[in-house]
């Protein structure tokens, strides 16, 4: 990866193992703190991905009808991107003026307090709203979640922590999907939602007892403070935007209603829809953490290109597949949630280094709005670009189905290929003095 002539500094302890081709390990209060942070990236990952299984519930509990659906899906989707965005901007300028520990908690208050929204809604509008809510701090609660590790990790062990903390997603698809489209199967779409926030509460202490303070940041602020224009603009940090927007538009045109399309077009039944996740699950969280261990020991960029190029292959293949058998139709999917899954852990490592430590917090929450408004406009995109027609099949009878795919997989496809080249701009910011004291590129835990 380029770097402008500017390199991050081994810290001393790590110099011999480096120099032995070894990588240190974790220590147990990094563990822990590490499975923390994890436990809290669970929670709001699986509020986020539970509503795409439950979409075929959604329509008939809420009236909508087929004409309407795509679109007002889409729209339960990003409304939970854009008020993450907006609310990432917002909050930007904030995440590096408190320790990291209390904005966690504060934030997470804020998302359980949505998700209950959630639970309680009686129709659409209000659920739209919920969604905002609980999407609004969800985005900057991810992003702290990062800017945590970031400052904690130096970037020799980075990509191997961001994948222990990632795996949240395949804990998500694994155990919480399962689990509540099983609960949604008994008790309806609203009990994922309620169990959700309540189970929001021993987090939060958990959390409020584990961490350490996390505030060496504040020490090393420059006495003139960032103005948020100037880390928007910042040529290294748009960089990074750009290739947060291409990942993202690469996969969430496809993820919101890959549910619906599995149980319309492929004739998946719906109770059956938790199989996809589960397997897909499994798989992502089985070569997650190994990735981050290979995007550590080899250089991370040709790690992310190899990955980016290859999960072309899936994209093109779950938008394109015909009616056909089960195992066929699962062999893919799971190699589409891999795929798109993993190539996060060495980029987002990447992604990292574009910003000192003082500016950490501030570029990350950016970032994540960026990455949320992506997320929001490409679930808007494939709305639009989506229509559920009655389509006459090969027995004679006419189905509803999802008309449009192919040219969904095909977009995909092409930001997929983008986000490749955009990695090769990325920049690492220089190692500055702060006060006369050299940035370190790591905070010590001390639990």
């Known amino acids: 990866m380029a770097t402008d002539g500017c390199t991050i500094p081994i810290s001393p302890d790590e110099a011999p193992t480096r ?17 923390v942070l994890a436990t809290v990236q669970f929670t709001h990952v699986l509020d986020f991905v539970i509503i795409m299984p439950l979409g075929p519930k959604l329509q008939g509990d809420l009236n909508i009808s087929p004409e ?57 509008v209000v659920l739209l709203v919920g969604r905002a809510v609980a999407g609004g701090f969800a985005g900057v609660l991810g992003a702290n979640v990062l800017t945590i590790v970031s400052d904690v990790f130096p970037e020799s062990r980075r990509a191997t922590a961001m994948g222990v903390v990632m795996s949240s997603f395949s804990v998500a698809s694994i155990v919480g999907i399962y689990v509540g489209l099983e609960i949604a199967e008994h008790f309806g779409w609203r009990a994922p939602f309620t169990i959700l926030a309540l189970l929001c509460l021993p987090v939060l202490l958990l959390a409020w007892y584990v961490l350490p303070p996390l505030r060496r940041h504040l020490v090393r602020r420059p006495a003139r403070g960032v103005g948020l224009a100037e880390v928007i603009l910042n040529p290294r940090h748009l960089r990074a935007y750009a290739l947060s927007s291409s990942l993202i538009m690469g996969s ?16 998946w039944p719906e109770a059956e829809l938790r199989w996809v996740w589960l397997v897909g699950g499994v798989a992502t969280l089985l070569t997650m953490t190994p990735t981050g261990w290979l995007s550590d020991s080899r250089d991370k960029l040709t790690v992310f290109r190899v990955i980016g190029l290859l999960s072309v292959i899936p994209v093109l293949l ?19 949630m891999v795929c798109t899954s993993i190539r996060w852990v060495p980029v987002m490592a990447m992604i990292t280094t574009s910003a000192v430590p003082h500016q950490r917090g501030t ?4 970032n994540a709005s960026v990455q949320q408004l992506a997320m929001g406009l490409a679930s808007k995109i494939s709305g639009l670009l989506l229509v559920e027609q009655m389509v006459v099949g090969a027995d004679g009878i006419a189905a509803p189905k999802l008309v449009g795919y192919p040219l969904v997989g095909l977009l995909a496809a092409v930001s997929m290929i983008a986000a490749v080249f955009l990695a090769g701009r990325l920049r690492r910011a220089p190692v500055v003095a702060v006060h006369g004291t050299p940035e370190m590129v790591a905070e010590p835990v001390v639990l």
């Open 318 to 336: 779950v938008t394109n597949l015909p009616e056909t058998s089960m195992p066929i139709i699962l062999l893919v999917t799971t190699l589409f």
């Open 252 to 267: 969430w045109m496809i993820i919101p209603t890959l549910a619906i399309y599995l149980v319309k077009n492929l004739h």
């Open 68 to 124: 309407d659906f795509p679109d007002k899906f889409s729209s339960i989707v990003s409304a939970y991107g854009f008020s993450a965005g907006i609310m990432g901007l917002l909050a930007a300028r904030l995440l590096d003026r408190f320790d990291r520990k209390k904005s966690l908690l504060v934030l997470f208050l804020g998302f359980a307090a949505g998700t209950l929204l959630c639970a309680v809604a009686p129709n659409y």
């Open 363 to 366: 570029f990350m929450s950016v």
């Open 19 to 35: 120099a032995a081709g070894r990588l240190p390990r974790l220590t147990g209060s990094e563990w822990a703190l590490l499975l």
